[in-house]
Structure formats: C-alpha cells, structure tokens
C-alpha cells in the first residue's frame, strides 16, 4: 500500500484527499490547536480514514522526520499562504510565515517519490515571478541547499546554472505546476489555486494534470437552453430567473451547437447544488453538525455574497470577504445571510459526517484555509496511478531478471 506524510494538514482537507485516493498515511503534522481538536474529535468518534492518522500536533519546523522508519511515497502539504493571498501583505519570503524553505527540507529529507504542494493564485503573480521560479528550483533540487556565504539571488543563481546543465545527479524531481478552478472538477465553488506536482526523477515517471470534468458552458446549457437545471431543483417556471443581457449572445451560441457533438464535461456545481439537502439553518433539531444561522451579514461594495446559481466564490478564512472571496451567500429574495458552517464545508466537499471545532468564526477560518476534499482526491488519485504502475513495471522488471 502506498503511504504519505501530510504537512500543514489544517482541518484535513487535503490530507483527507489523499487517504480517499489510497495513501495510508504515516503522520499528519498540524502546529494549530483548533484544527488538531478537529481531527482528534473525529477520530475518536471513529470517523472513517481520519481515525487511522496519527496526528503530530507540532510546529512542522521541530517534527522528527528521523522517526519515520518507512519509505515515504507521498509528501502532501500546503504551506501557509499569508505571505501570497491576495488578501495578505504579499511579502513572500521576506514573511517570517513562508514556510516553502521547511516544505523544501522535508522533502530532501524523506525524499519520497512524489510530493503534491498546493498553494493560492497569488503565488504565481508577477510580482512574485522570481521566488516562484526560485521555489520551483529549490524543489527540483533539494539537495542544493543555500549555503553559508550565498544569498538568495547566489543561491538562485547556482541553481539555473545546474538546471539548464542538464544535471540529474542525487535526489532530483521533475516537477510541474497548474492553477486550477476547483469547479472545473466538480467543487460547487470557484477556487483557483496553484497545485505543484513532483515526481523523483529517477522513477521515469511521466505525468500531467487531470482532465477538467465540469464547465461553465455545460451549466449554462442546463439552466438556459434546456431547463433541467431548474426541474432539477424543482423550481417553477414563474420563479425562474431570466437571461441578463450579457449572457444572451452567449447563450444562443450554445443554443445553436446544440447539433453538434456534446460536450463531455458535466456542468459546474453550484451553491444550490452543493446544499441540496440541508434544512434552513433556524429548523429545530438540525441532525446536521455545524448547521447554526449566524447573524451580521451586510452587503457592501466588494462584499456582495455568492449567488445560489453559480458556485459559490472562494471561501476566506475569516468572517469578512476579501478581493475575490465570500463568506456568505445571496438568497432568492435578494437579502443574503453567512454560510453556516456545514454550507461552508459543503462548499469544501468534506462529507457531512465531518465534525469541526470551535466557534463559528474559527471554523471558518479552518474552512478557508482546507484544500476542497474532492480536488484532493482527483490530484491524488492521478498521482498514486502513476506510482502503483511504476511499481508493477519495476517488480516485472525484477522477475525477468531473476528468471535469465
């Protein structure tokens, strides 16, 4: 069985994601008490896969990476973002909280076959266009340590010059990256973030992202031309929305390659999609954990809410929205009220048996920070593809040598 080590594990998202893709996971390291109390309280109410993990609660920076004695195959971990979001002070590694040098050193330690990191957008802009590339290096080779006399530009320096070499000397990784939309796979919300994907080179692995399932054009087919999105959701023709404006050309274009072959992909999931099935937050006896209203939300310009029809817009770790995130949604009658804490890990995939700690506003932030489960397990699953094939071919390879 494949295994993995999960850093920066929060509520679980990710690591969760990788547990359901097959990886027995061997530790999963998390500094922040709420998040571990999250984990612990499902654990011990024997919560499928989180009751198996062994949960460090530990600054990653002191873990005993020493104490594990088996081979890793996966390391999966996403850094805190603070020092990339969009809604941080975007100070990269001049931020005490970059924690990518720490992610770079677990893997030159543990050296596994494989590493899934994933991070937000904002890494990839241009004004960070030069410790992206760094990082990037700095993962391919991460036995290239900075040394004593070099800064960062020397050390970034001496790594071009071994990457454009050709070099694959030691432990080594051919590594890729992509910003993706988790609705573009099923996540009934728009969150971009960046995945980056290694594999140790000396595996001979080739490897790409997966294919993207859903898509905004398949939804607008179903809401626009032909209406099962609404029968779906049981909605009479008199409560329908109509067509804006700037959607109508858009819509008949669709409406007219209704002859052509389908489009394979399914339709983007949205916020009415991804609650079907949860009462009003003020129903008595909720069988639902986390389901309270929570009171206070106000529209402003910015902060507008998700609309029910569309997947939500990226939950932030906080009460309040900031550029490009929400944290509540907009009703049928156009007043809006905040997502409650079940909506919100809807939103994030984790199945609703999965119990968080703390109040409102802590878990929120728990929400905010996780990797939606559902992307997890696809980015995973491709990868543990890979290596379960991998390994066959190496135990063939040894059998013919054996029988000559």
Not at 41 to 54: D, G, L, Q, R, T
Not at 295 to 316: I, V
Not at 340 to 360: M, V
Request: proline fraction near 6%; include cysteine.
């Amino acid at each position: 069985m494949l295994n993995s080590v999960e850093l920066f594990a929060g509520a679980g998202g990710l690591a969760m994601g990788v547990s359901l893709a097959g990886f027995e996971s061997k530790a999963v390291v998390e500094w922040d008490k709420w998040a571990c109390d999250t984990i612990r309280e499902n654990s011990a109410n024997e919560f499928p896969i989180v009751n198996k993990w062994p949960l460090y609660e530990a600054d990653v920076r002191d873990f005993d990476f020493g104490s594990l004695e088996d081979k890793i195959d996966l390391v999966a971990g996403g850094p805190p973002c603070q020092p990339f979001s969009l809604g941080g002070k975007h100070r990269a590694n001049q931020d005490v909280r970059d924690m990518f040098p720490v992610t770079v050193d677990a893997i030159r330690r543990l050296r596994p076959k494989a590493f899934i990191v994933e991070n937000v957008r904002g890494l990839t802009r241009a004004s960070f266009s030069n410790y992206f590339q760094y990082l990037l290096l700095q993962l391919s080779y991460p036995e290239m340590r900075q040394r004593h006399d070099e800064d960062t530009i020397d050390h970034l320096s001496r790594l071009e010059r071994v990457k454009t070499s050709g070099r694959r000397a030691g432990l080594t990784y051919e590594v890729v990256f992509r910003v993706v939309n988790a609705a573009d796979y099923g996540v009934p919300q728009k969150r971009e973030r960046v995945f980056i994907v290694g594999f140790r080179n000396n595996l001979g692995i080739k490897w790409s992202f997966p294919n993207e399932t859903h898509s905004y054009e398949a939804l607008l087919e179903e809401q626009w031309v032909t209406g099962s999105y609404w029968d779906r959701h049981q909605i009479p023709m008199k409560k329908r929305p109509s067509i804006g404006a700037s959607l109508s050309n858009r819509i008949e274009t669709i409406r007219k390659s209704n002859n052509r072959p389908k489009n394979s992909r399914m339709p983007w999931r949205t916020v009415r999609d991804g609650l079907v099935g949860l009462p009003e937050p003020s129903c008595p006896n909720s069988p639902f954990y986390n389901h309270k209203f929570q009171a206070g939300a106000k529209q402003y310009p910015g902060h507008t809410g998700s609309p029910l029809d569309l997947p939500a817009k990226a939950l932030k770790a906080g009460v309040h929205g900031v550029p490009g995130g929400e944290n509540m949604m907009v009703l049928s009658d156009g007043t809006v009220r905040y997502f409650t804490a079940r909506e919100a890990a809807r939103l994030q995939t984790f199945p609703d048996g999965y119990k968080f700690n703390g109040a409102w506003s802590e878990i929120m932030r728990q929400l905010g920070n996780a990797v939606p489960v559902r992307l997890a397990e696809i980015v995973a699953s491709s990868v543990a593809q890979k290596l379960i094939l991998n390994e066959e071919r190496s135990f063939k390879s040894t059998i013919q040598r054996l029988a000559r």
